[in-house]
């Protein structure tokens, strides 16, 4: 059947093609050449392969649900791919022999038990219980893993990855966000980072994962006075000093940026803080104008303070890197006007040259400093001396790509998104038999701009709860390609993490929105896990190389298999 070219989307023109007596892979391959046209079309041939490589994936992944392609010389309903190899392009033995695989979590969103062994609260725990999530929900129980941690790191290890990241409660750690350690806090690390040991696990801890003790907040405003500097580098000492000899990699903040305009611009994270007209949810304080300026200088000082800390005191004897992780998307112009490409660079500036620019130069970026003036803090020159150079690495979470356009500077009072003066435009870039992807998802250009070695973490949300979720396989394949074209064009990335090993607390949706490679059943107590399809076929890229994986029939097996 010939494709007209016409702008239609992939899943129409096959269903279309079956309706009309051709076989499914037929149909599959009249809609890859459909949306090659509209590629091509588009101006966008430097993807036509990643896009190939991508269906190519797509009709593997797709086979598991016909019911009649199962092998019939394998009696237990499994299928045998053809090599993995073929399909993505990579294997694992592509990637540098000390590049590791991993997941991750974070302490708020996937410990529990918050009132339990001497933790005190978070200003997690006083925003969630003030009703300030989406579905009211709170990270009381969440995926229990204060209980459950022994049998989740033999998951990670079953799993064959490689490597995890979590965070370290402060509150549970510390208490009272100074003075004294909590010996059970303590204790909980140490069995923690013992499991992960034993496993032979590499081990990535993040100090801050935007979970701060709330006294601190009550005691002098958390991250808006530079006093948490004194208080965060003690936190730091207590975490090098008891568990260094074990961690090579700590992170100090994870998403300065993202957590600041969240917390203080737009109040969707605690502590809450914002100022009319800019508020996504009802502030009782705060000043959207200047303090996510304020809140990030802070967590620049203090990352500057932890990292000379670990020079002085540690390095020598643990041999460890001390980093820091951004949160960003790479952005594209929408149109080619000039307008749209200084909007372009604009948000470039914005998003992560905040951070990155400070780490590298000693100071913001100057277009930062022309459009938010006065209200912008400004570095000594000894701060700035302290903070150049300060991060042996960059983790990038990067989950998406956007298309920008210019827009027009408004009088009066302004806030972040305001001074960065754009508008996010969803612009179609291909369309997965049914999966729609409006964002462009490869982080490979913005790989260039980052000065060090990196590590990148991304992930894929979804309401949708089920254990089929082709979607993520597609995604979590785009972004490892992506990676590894970086590698290979010079760029020195050292890990990739998908986000998250299991269904957590998510920060800005609660239980609304499910990233786990695990499912996790939230309305049963025993907090069940099941592995889902990608988690099935990360562990196969990885323990078989990318070849040959097997991968149970979702539609039947999946739910059969066993529930951890």
Same mark, same amino acid.
């Given at each position: 059947?010939?494709?007209?070219?016409?702008?239609?989307?992939?899943?129409?023109?096959?269903?279309?093609?079956?309706?009309?007596?051709?076989?499914?892979?037929?149909?599959?391959?009249?809609?890859?050449?459909?949306?090659?046209?509209?590629?091509?079309?588009?101006?966008?041939?430097?993807?036509?392969?990643?896009?190939?490589?991508?269906?190519?994936?797509?009709?593997?992944?797709?086979?598991?649900?016909?019911?009649?392609?199962?092998?019939?010389?394998?009696?237990?309903?499994?299928?045998?791919?053809?090599?993995?190899?073929?399909?993505?392009?990579?294997?694992?033995?592509?990637?540098?022999?000390?590049?590791?695989?991993?997941?991750?979590?974070?302490?708020?969103?996937?410990?529990?038990?918050?009132?339990?062994?001497?933790?005190?609260?978070?200003?997690?725990?006083?925003?969630?219980?003030?009703?300030?999530?989406?579905?009211?929900?709170?990270?009381?129980?969440?995926?229990?893993?204060?209980?459950?941690?022994?049998?989740?790191?033999?998951?990670?290890?079953?799993?064959?990855?490689?490597?995890?990241?979590?965070?370290?409660?402060?509150?549970?750690?510390?208490?009272?966000?100074?003075?004294?350690?909590?010996?059970?806090?303590?204790?909980?690390?140490?069995?923690?980072?013992?499991?992960?040991?034993?496993?032979?696990?590499?081990?990535?801890?993040?100090?801050?994962?935007?979970?701060?003790?709330?006294?601190?907040?009550?005691?002098?405003?958390?991250?808006?006075?530079?006093?948490?500097?004194?208080?965060?580098?003690?936190?730091?000492?207590?975490?090098?000093?008891?568990?260094?000899?074990?961690?090579?990699?700590?992170?100090?903040?994870?998403?300065?940026?993202?957590?600041?305009?969240?917390?203080?611009?737009?109040?969707?994270?605690?502590?809450?803080?914002?100022?009319?007209?800019?508020?996504?949810?009802?502030?009782?304080?705060?000043?959207?104008?200047?303090?996510?300026?304020?809140?990030?200088?802070?967590?620049?000082?203090?990352?500057?303070?932890?990292?000379?800390?670990?020079?002085?005191?540690?390095?020598?004897?643990? =041999?460890?890197?001390?980093?820091?992780?951004?949160?960003?998307?790479?952005?594209?112009?929408?149109?080619?006007?000039?307008?749209?490409?200084?909007?372009?660079?604009?948000?470039?500036?914005?998003?992560?040259?905040?951070?990155?620019?400070?780490?590298?130069?000693?100071?913001?970026?100057?277009?930062? =400093?022309?459009?938010?003036?006065?209200?912008?803090?400004?570095?000594? =020159?000894?701060?700035?001396?302290?903070? =150049?150079?300060?991060?042996?690495?960059?983790?990038?979470?990067?989950?998406?790509?956007?298309?920008?356009?210019?827009?027009?500077?408004?009088?009066?009072?302004?806030?972040?998104?305001?001074?960065?003066?754009?508008?996010?435009?969803?612009?179609?870039?291909?369309?997965?038999?049914?999966?729609?992807?409006?964002?462009?998802?490869?982080?490979?250009?913005?790989?260039?701009?980052?000065?060090?070695?990196?590590?990148?973490?991304?992930?894929?949300?979804?309401?949708?709860?089920?254990?089929?979720?082709?979607?993520?396989?597609?995604?979590?394949?785009?972004?490892?390609?992506?990676?590894?074209?970086?590698?290979?064009?010079?760029?020195?990335?050292?890990?990739?993490?998908?986000?998250?090993?299991?269904?957590?607390?998510?920060?800005?949706?609660?239980?609304?929105?499910?990233?786990?490679?695990?499912?996790?059943?939230?309305?049963?107590?025993?907090?069940?896990?099941?592995?889902?399809?990608?988690?099935?076929?990360?562990?196969?890229?990885?323990?078989?190389?990318?070849?040959?994986?097997?991968?149970?029939?979702?539609?039947?097996?999946?739910?059969?298999?066993?529930?951890?």
């Amino acid at each position: 059947m010939e494709v007209n070219g016409r702008w239609e989307d992939a899943r129409a023109i096959g269903q279309k093609m079956v309706e009309q007596g051709a076989n499914k892979e037929e149909a599959i391959a009249g809609a890859v050449q459909q949306q090659l046209i509209l590629a091509i079309r588009k101006n966008l041939k430097e993807r036509t392969g990643r896009m190939m490589r991508t269906f190519q994936l797509h009709i593997l992944v797709e086979k598991i649900k016909d019911p009649f392609s199962c092998h019939p010389c394998d009696p237990h309903g499994t299928f045998i791919f053809e090599d993995a190899a073929a399909i993505l392009g990579f294997t694992r033995s592509d990637f540098p022999q000390d590049f590791v695989f991993g997941s991750g979590t974070s302490a708020y969103q996937y410990e529990g038990a918050v009132a339990e062994d001497g933790r005190r609260p978070s200003f997690w725990d006083t925003f969630t219980h003030a009703g300030k999530m989406p579905d009211q929900s709170t990270g009381d129980v969440t995926a229990d893993g204060y209980h459950k941690y022994k049998e989740d790191i033999k998951l990670i290890s079953d799993t064959g990855l490689e490597a995890y990241r979590f965070s370290i409660s402060w509150s549970r750690l510390i208490p009272n966000g100074r003075g004294a350690v909590n010996p059970k806090g303590l204790q909980f690390y140490n069995n923690i980072i013992d499991e992960l040991v034993k496993h032979g696990i590499q081990i990535h801890i993040t100090l801050h994962h935007l979970d701060l003790p709330q006294i601190l907040e009550d005691e002098y405003g958390g991250w808006l006075s530079p006093r948490i500097i004194e208080d965060f580098t003690a936190y730091a000492d207590v975490c090098f000093r008891e568990f260094g000899g074990r961690v090579t990699y700590w992170t100090t903040v994870n998403e300065p940026n993202i957590g600041a305009v969240a917390s203080y611009g737009s109040g969707q994270l605690p502590p809450g803080r914002c100022s009319d007209p800019f508020g996504i949810t009802k502030c009782t304080a705060g000043n959207s104008s200047t303090e996510p300026y304020v809140a990030v200088h802070t967590y620049l000082l203090a990352h500057a303070s932890v990292a000379r800390l670990y020079r002085e005191k540690y390095r020598a004897m643990q =041999k460890g890197v001390v980093g820091i992780n951004i949160y960003s998307f790479w952005s594209y112009p929408f149109t080619d006007s000039t307008a749209d490409l200084e909007a372009t660079q604009r948000c470039k500036d914005f998003m992560f040259g905040w951070i990155l620019e400070p780490l590298v130069f000693g100071d913001y970026p100057e277009m930062m =400093k022309k459009n938010v003036g006065s209200r912008l803090p400004s570095f000594t =020159k000894v701060q700035s001396e302290l903070i =150049k150079g300060s991060s042996d690495f960059i983790g990038i979470n990067h989950y998406y790509s956007l298309y920008v356009s210019d827009r027009q500077t408004e009088p009066g009072i302004r806030d972040y998104n305001r001074d960065m003066s754009i508008y996010y435009r969803g612009k179609q870039f291909t369309e997965l038999l049914g999966q729609n992807h409006l964002l462009v998802r490869e982080p490979q250009q913005m790989f260039q701009v980052i000065p060090k070695g990196c590590n990148l973490s991304s992930g894929v949300g979804s309401a949708n709860d089920s254990l089929d979720d082709t979607y993520r396989v597609d995604y979590l394949s785009s972004y490892m390609g992506s990676t590894l074209d970086a590698i290979r064009n010079g760029v020195n990335v050292r890990g990739y993490f998908a986000w998250a090993l299991m269904d957590l607390f998510e920060l800005l949706a609660g239980y609304e929105s499910k990233y786990g490679l695990y499912r996790i059943d939230f309305d049963d107590e025993r907090r069940p896990r099941q592995a889902r399809l990608s988690a099935r076929w990360y562990s196969g890229f990885l323990k078989k190389n990318g070849s040959s994986i097997r991968v149970s029939r979702v539609q039947e097996d999946l739910r059969l298999t066993t529930v951890f």
